[in-house]
Each structure stands twice: as C-alpha cells, then as structure tokens.
C-alpha cells in the first residue's frame, strides 16, 4: 500500500464522512458531506478534497458534476497532481479545451505531469479531431518520457487515426513494444476513416485477438465507406465465430440492409436483435424504422416506430423521411405535427424531408408555407438544400418561371444540385428554354458530371433539337465524361444479385434473357411499344430498342418473375432514376402478370399495383 492510500484510510477512520463519500451515489448527497467538510475544516485536507473531485469528474458515477468539479477546484490553495488529473479525464469528453487549460495549470503550478495526464490529454484532442494540438501534445509527451507508455502510445494512434493522419498513427504503432488490441483496433478505425477499407481488413485479419469493439470498427467501417455487402458478410463471420453482436454492431448491419434493400436479411437481424435481449433505444430502433422504409415495407416501419420506448427528434425525422420516399405527403405532415405537439423542436433536416414529401406529393402551397415557417416560428436558417427542395417543389409542380425566379433571387449563390433540380423539372415538362439556360450554368459548374449533359440531352430530343444533342453528345466525347452504369439489387432466399447492363456475370443470365423475351412478348400485346428517348443518344434506333430491353431493372424484374410466383411482392433497388421506358413496362407487367412490384430508385420509391404506379406518372 503507497503512503497516499494509508494516509487515505486514515482519514476514514479518523472522519466518518469520508466513508459516506466513499458510498455517496447523488450530486445531492454529495453536496451535502461537502457543507460537512467545509464545517469541520476537513475541506483543507488535500486527500479529502481529491475525492470529492474525484467523485465530481467520473461519468461512471452518479455525482458527475463537471461544473460543481470546477466550483470546488477554485476553492483549493494548492491542488496536487492527482486533482488535475481528475480534471484533466473528466473534461476530455465533455469539454476538451478545458483539459488543455488544467494541463497549462498543472504546469504553471510546477509540477510534473505524469503517465495519467497524457492519456487524456490526447484524447481531448480526439474529441476535437484538432491535429496541430496533438502534435503539440505529442511533443510534451516526449519531452517528458512517456512515449514508451503503452497507455500514452494508445492514446496517440488513437488520436492521429481520429484526426486522419493514418500515417502519423502508422508510425507510433510500429514503434510499440508491446501493442494491443486497443492499438490495433485504433488503426483499423484510421484506415476506415481515409477509406482505404482494404487495408483496414488486411489488419484485421492479422490481429491476434480481437474484441467486440473491433468487430464494431470493421463491420462500422465497412457500411460508412458503402461497402455495404461486405459488412453483412463479416457480420456473418462474427457469428460463425460465436460473437455476440451488440447495439453498435447491430446498427451498422442493419443500415447495411438498408441500403442493399434486403428485407429477408433485415428480417433475420430483427429476429437476432429480440432472440439477444438487445436493446431497442433510439439510435438502433431508427436504424430499424430506416431499414424497413428503405426496403419498401413503411408500414412495418411505422410499426417498430410506435413500439420504440424512446423517441428522439431524429426517430420522427426517419419516419417523415420514410413516407416522403414512399410519396405518402400527407401522412409525413401528420407525424410532423405529432412530433411537434410531442414537445421536440425539428431540426433543419426534418424540414428538408418535408418538403420532399411536399415536392413528390404536389402539395406546392403547403410547401411554400412549411419554408416560410422554417426561420419564423423555429429560428432555423434554411440551407441550400432546403433552396433546392422549393425549386424541385415549384418545378415538379410546372411553375418553372416561378421556380427559375426563385433561383435567381436566392439570398445565398445557388449550387449546381439547385440547378440541376431545375434542369430535371425542364425535362418533365418538356421546357426546353429554360432547359438551355440553366444547362449553359450548369454544366460549367460541374463538367464532369455525366447526368446534366445526358438530361439536357434527353430535353433537346423530345423537342427535335438534333443539333443540340449533337453537340452535347460531342462535348462529352472531348471531355472524356462517360454515363455511370446503372444497376439494379433483387434479394431472394437471403442472398442480393446485382444486375448491370450488358454484363454477363450472374450464372442464369441466359434463363433470365429468355425470361425477358417472354415477358416482352406479353406485354407487347398489352400495349407496350418501347420508348427510346431516354437511351443513350448516340446509337441508332434499332440499337436503342436493343438497350431498352437489356435494362439492369429489367433483368432484375426477369429475376424475380422466374424465381417467385405470386403474391409474392418484387422489390428493386436502383442506383439511378428509373427511365421512362422502364416505368411504363413495368407498370404493364404488374397488370399482365398480376404481381406488385416495389422499386427503390435514387430519388424515391415506386409501388406499381394492377398496371398504376403510386408515384401517379409525377416523379
């Protein structure tokens, strides 16, 4: 026992307070031995007073109290090491530049910082992701040799691979002598963090232990970097391996079967979530909500909304967002003014799903009125995206004129998605001046950017501007921009097959092609004619039919017709907006086949019931 902690006993023997300190679970009890120690002079003891501070700056602990910390620090003569060291830990997460201000004290103070002030000292600037503090931090950890602490060299990976400087960490671990699996899991969350998953699994895989966090990282990392069927796949390891996930894990799945559009998967982690006496909080119940909407099933998604014990503002923002992709407007404004009347304030992305309910719902009035309210009665400050919202709103509902003011007279420079939210407009409405107009902005802005050329593209077509789409077509060619592939995910009997156009890789795709042709044969005699507008504009008519036909959603649907029988619903998912082609095919195939089909395209879901869709041809 060290001479601090005999001293410590002591003074418990001798104050039967300080044994109550010792038990002391609420700020209120922990208040009350304070007037006692102040009373009875026993405030003046150094080691009395450390544990009191102590016991304010452990969130662990009941009576965590960074603010009352700080009130009876100012009140000590001479605080020791132990003290800032305290202070240090307690306001590293809370509020990290006051450890930089108890650091320089503790030096001011003269004495030496020792191998528990640098720890969390490094993680505060974690918290701040601030690297030239870090760097600084490093240095006084050199200074004062603890570069060969293992708990300092934890705190350093950790720190530059927060901050992004993977190479920086790289160099700390590699001088480790004894690293651990904190040091290693500290890595992998750096690679994640720059992207480079590869080499994030790569030390994975070569860790000789690994602990729930480090699953947590990789399968987190892999999901924030849309590697999406790669964090499913590792989630299916860890449980061979008989790892219990927990909510961490279980968000970053689930998100992952969110946006592959795996229901039966989502399913299955549902089942998992309930089967482990998970926790349903706020933060994975949303993921749940999020998941369910985004694989078409908002019903169910309402249903896990309501059953969430917790409710945060982002919860009821998921569900707006949930009905807004699913055009159910009205619905969406109801739950925001539950959510309102609930007591939570919206924050500025509630709106921006607000407005897209309105925009795919053509509730232009309403709309406008949601934006006007925005700053009036909540003081939020709208932002470009809530600008591009109200162009789309106008557009979508015909009013370009209105729309192309609206643009011009924005308070804040319109961004290139504010016009090509004009441009798409144009396009539905055939308007091919103001079409031009806007591409003569836009496209400067973003010359890379393939979708405006081919959209303004489209525009000139469908008003017989062949000398117009000939020079977008030329432009393109100069700048070397190419059209990204669009695909298409179908889930069947757990398992997602991706489709691409003109590739050949899925092992049935001649079954499928002639699943295909059948398919089109049917609903030719209901009326189906193939609209080659949309298609790429530099190949011939007879090429563009030859295209239209090899479409990724199209192969999809050939898919699920030949492996499912009904009434088992189809559910797409797309990278892109569906093409009109493929809109009005599959609404015939939803007649002549008797099927319902659910399709998930970049903007919006798609139900399409008995030869309709829900979108209503407005999308």
């Known amino acids: 026992m060290n001479n601090s902690s005999k001293v410590l006993n002591t003074l418990r023997l001798k104050n039967p307070k300080l044994l109550l300190l010792e038990s002391c679970n609420s700020l209120s009890q922990l208040k009350i031995i304070h007037g006692y120690m102040i009373r009875t002079h026993i405030i003046f003891d150094i080691f009395s007073v450390s544990r009191l501070i102590s016991l304010c700056t452990d969130p662990s602990l009941g009576t965590f109290s960074l603010g009352y910390a700080h009130n009876v620090f100012s009140q000590i003569e001479t605080p020791n ?6 202070l240090i830990k307690g306001f590293s997460s809370e509020d990290p530049i006051k450890s930089f201000h108890f650091y320089s004290e503790l030096l001011r103070a003269n004495l030496v910082p020792d191998n528990l002030s640098f720890p969390f000292l490094v993680r505060a600037c974690s918290q701040l992701e601030a690297i030239d503090v870090g760097v600084q931090a490093h240095g006084q950890v050199i200074k004062h040799g603890f570069e060969n602490d293992v708990y300092v060299q934890n705190s350093l990976v950790h720190m530059y691979s927060t901050c992004g400087d993977v190479k920086a960490a790289n160099e700390v671990f590699q001088r480790m002598n004894c690293s651990n699996v904190v040091s290693w899991t500290s890595m992998i969350a750096g690679f994640n963090k720059i992207g480079d998953v590869e080499m994030a699994r790569e030390l994975f895989d070569k ?41 961490t894990v279980m968000v970053s799945v689930i998100s992952s079967y969110a946006h592959l559009g795996a229901i039966e998967l989502g399913e299955k982690a549902y089942d998992y979530i309930v089967k482990n006496s998970l926790s349903l909080n706020a933060i994975l119940g949303t993921a749940l909500v999020d998941m369910y909407a985004r694989c078409g099933c908002i019903e169910k998604a309402i249903k896990v909304f309501n059953e969430m014990p917790e409710k945060d503002v982002l919860s009821w923002t998921t569900v707006i967002s949930g009905l807004a992709m699913h055009g159910y407007a009205e619905r969406a404004l109801w739950f925001f003014s539950e959510m309102v009347k609930s007591g939570l304030k919206p924050r500025d992305i509630t709106f921006t799903y ?31 995206e809530h600008y591009g919202c109200v162009v789309d709103l106008l557009g979508r509902g015909g009013k370009l004129p209105e729309a192309e003011k609206f643009v011009l007279q ?11 939210a004009l441009l798409g407009a144009c396009r539905i409405h055939k308007n091919a001046e103001i079409a031009e107009r806007v591409g003569n902005i836009l496209i400067p802005l973003l010359p890379e950017h393939s979708g405006y050329y081919v959209l303004l593209s489209n525009i000139y077509a469908r008003t017989n501007r062949w000398e117009n789409v000939e020079t977008m077509r030329q432009m393109m ?6 059209k990204p592939p669009g695909y298409s995910l179908i889930e069947l009997n757990g398992k997602v097959h991706k489709f691409t156009m003109g590739e050949k890789s899925h092992p049935e795709i001649e079954m499928i092609e002639r699943t295909w042709d059948e398919i089109l044969q049917k609903i030719r005699l209901a009326g189906y004619a193939g609209n080659t507008s949309d298609a790429f504009f530099d190949i011939d008519e007879e090429e563009k039919e030859s295209v239209l036909h090899r479409h990724s959603e199209k192969l999809a649907i050939a898919y699920g017709i030949m492996r499912t029988k009904a009434p088992t619903v189809i559910r797409i998912v ?14 015939l195939i939803s007649k002549v086949f008797g099927r319902e089909l659910i399709v998930r395209d970049r903007n919006r879901f798609h139900h399409f019931r008995e030869g309709s869709c829900s979108c209503m041809d407005y999308w």
């Open 574 to 587: 797309k990278n892109l907006r569906v093409c009109e082609d493929c809109h009005h095919a599959t609404k």
């Open 81 to 86: 090491l132990f003290i800032y060291n305290a």
């Open 354 to 384: 607000l407005l897209s309910a309105c925009s795919h719902g053509g509730l232009v009035e309403k709309g406008l009125e949601l934006f006007e309210s925005m700053k009036r009665e909540y003081g939020i400050e709208p932002r470009l």
């Open 477 to 482: 060619k100069e700048k070397g921009v190419k």
């Open 410 to 420: 924005m308070p804040v420079k319109p961004n290139a998605p504010i016009w090509g």
């Open 207 to 247: 860790m000789p232990e690994r602990n729930l966090v480090t699953w947590s990282t990789m399968i987190s990392g892999y999901a924030k970097n849309n590697c999406f069927d790669k964090a499913v796949e590792l989630f299916q390891v860890l449980k061979e391996k008989g790892v219990k996930a927990n909510e």
